[in-house]
Each structure stands twice: as C-alpha cells, then as structure tokens.
C-alpha cells in the first residue's frame, strides 16, 4: 500500500465551479500538510501549508486536513482557467516530504 | 513565499558530457535542498536529499556517482549528471526547505536533453 493515495483524475469543470481535490495517507507520523500547483514544465509552487486538523483558507483555496480520517482536500471556489494545472498533496516528517501523484484540473472558459 | 532559483532552466548537450545545475534560495536560509527528477505527466520523484555541509543521502536506485549533489552553503546546492547519457534526458527540479519553517519551496526546474 502507498503512503499517499490521491484521487488520479483528470478532471474537467466550467469556469466559477468549486473543485474538491482529495488525498488519503496512511503514515500516522506525518506532521505537516502541504498542498503543490504545477503548471507544464515548471516547479510545483506552495500552495496551502498546514499543521493541525481543520480548515485553512487563503482567498479562494481552504485546505481541510482531517487527521483522525487520514485525508487531506483542496477546494477552489469560483475556479478560473488560470487555475488549470496538476495540484499536488505531500505531506512531512523528520524533514522529508512524500507526495502524491498529482491530479490535473482543466477549468474551461 | 520564498524563491528558489535553478540555473540552467534549459541544456541541451552531448552524450558523454557533464552538465552542473545550480539550485539557490535566493531570500532565506536552507539547510536541507532536495533533489527532484520528473518524466512527462508523472509526479516527482525524490533523487537525493542535502544537507549543508555533509554528504548527500541518495534514494534508492539513484547512483551517487553518477549524480554527484554538493551543498556548500545554506542558499546552494549544484547537481552535476556526470558522462551524461540521453535517458538521462529529464525536468530536474530542486527544492529548498525554510530552516524555520519547514515550508519546501520549488525551484522552476531546469530542462535536461542529452543528444
């Protein structure tokens, strides 16, 4: 079994839907929750980071780590083309990062 | 968030040849950088982890001799693909973590193509 589980995609909505994006894991000692958008050809850039159970919102993102479940999700409201890329969870510990295989969203206009 | 910079984004060079990619965080210390490699449409896949001032840890299947990992300082570490062949021939991405923090942030990666 892996470690990282994320829902494979690749999923297709209309501008201004809210998109959910999902990832279970199964290593009780990570600690902290981060959340990657990578566009074609370039490096992941940090989306969401996270240590605690619950919701974390910036702007139009939340991320929602639920530790007792062991799952992670990214919503994005209102979600725009400019949001169309492969988002990628990771999760750490002990100074190392383990991500998942990505799931890419195109958000057509 | 912080910035981390790669130099090259792109080398095209011969078979045979040694290429040196530089990875830097340009505005916050690192003592670990990580090591990314990546084929079309997969997800990364983690090749070395650095540490300022001491050897690199390799992954498992990663040969160290051939990519050779220096982390010299807290804003650089260089990955130099030695007698590089084409399946050598990837999107090579760093990553850089926030002493403080712990936030990794990623390099824009640089673009590997062996003749």
């Known amino acids: 079994q892996k470690e990282v589980e994320q829902d494979p995609g690749p999923l297709s909505v209309p501008e201004g839907a809210i998109v959910s994006l999902n990832c279970t894991y199964s290593?009780?000692?990570?600690?902290?929750f981060m959340w990657y958008r990578q566009y074609s050809r370039k490096g992941p850039e940090l989306l969401m980071y996270?240590?605690?159970?619950g919701n974390k919102e910036d702007g139009r993102f939340t991320a929602q780590v639920d530790k007792s479940s062991k799952y992670i999700s990214l919503f994005i409201r209102d979600s725009q083309p400019s949001d169309s890329a492969t988002y990628l969870c990771?999760?750490?510990?002990?100074?190392?990062?383990?991500f998942g295989d990505g799931t890419t969203l195109t958000v057509k206009p | 968030g912080a910035v981390v910079s790669q130099h090259p984004s792109w080398v095209i060079c011969k078979s045979g040849t040694s290429v040196k990619i530089e990875c830097r965080s340009l505005?916050?210390?690192?003592?670990?950088m990580f090591w990314y490699r990546q084929f079309p449409k997969q997800s990364l896949m983690l090749m070395a982890t650095?540490?300022?001032?001491?050897?690199?840890?390799?992954e498992q299947g990663v040969e160290k001799d051939k990519f050779l990992i220096n982390h010299a300082s807290l804003t650089l570490s260089t990955l130099t693909v030695t007698s590089a062949h084409p399946e050598d021939s990837s999107f090579y991405i760093c990553?850089?973590?926030?002493?403080?923090?712990?936030?990794?942030?990623f390099g824009p990666g640089t673009r590997l193509t062996v003749l």
């Open positions: 990553s850089a973590r926030e002493t403080r923090s712990n936030e990794q942030f």
């Open positions: 290593n009780s000692a990570f600690q902290y």
């Open positions: 996270t240590y605690s159970s």
């Open positions: 990771a999760f750490g510990n002990a100074g190392k990062s383990t």
């Open positions: 505005d916050f210390q690192a003592t670990t």
């Open positions: 650095s540490n300022e001032g001491s050897k690199a840890t390799y």
